[in-house]
């Protein structure tokens, strides 16, 4: 059974950066898509990133581009997002997910099977 679990979440001000870690486990193989997709409160979840890890490609929503970047470590399972330059539109419930291979469009929800828990971010101005 995949898991999928996020941790790193937390509450800084407008400019901070913070790296939120996701481990994915239970594959038999180390070649799968990650996605990252956030929450806020009264909007739709939206898709911010995504990784897959057999070669490392990647894929940003535009608001996002240039900020964050997602990246992987296969000997610890884990995919991390790196936030830099944050801003108060960033607060939301993050979320990391897991498919073998990258659904199209790579923010298709329904393409990812297993989600984790959720990591809040708050960023305040």
């Known amino acids: 059974q995949v898991q999928v679990v996020e941790s790193g979440g937390g509450s800084v001000e407008a400019g901070e950066s913070l790296r939120l870690s996701c481990v994915v486990s239970?594959?038999?193989?180390?070649?799968?898509?990650a996605g990252w997709f956030r929450q806020a409160p009264g909007k739709e979840r939206e898709g911010v990133a995504r990784?897959?890890?057999?070669?490392?490609?990647?894929t940003y929503a535009d608001p996002v581009k240039g900020r964050f970047a997602i990246s992987q470590d296969n000997a610890k399972n884990t995919v991390y997002l790196q936030m830099n330059s944050l801003k108060p539109e960033d607060t939301a419930m993050y979320y990391c997910a897991a498919a073998r291979f990258c659904p199209t469009p790579w923010y298709w929800e329904r393409g990812f099977a297993y989600w984790g828990q959720g990591t809040q971010v708050t960023v305040s101005s």
């Open positions: 990784i897959y890890t057999g070669g490392g490609s990647t």
């Open positions: 239970g594959y038999t193989t180390r070649h799968y898509c």
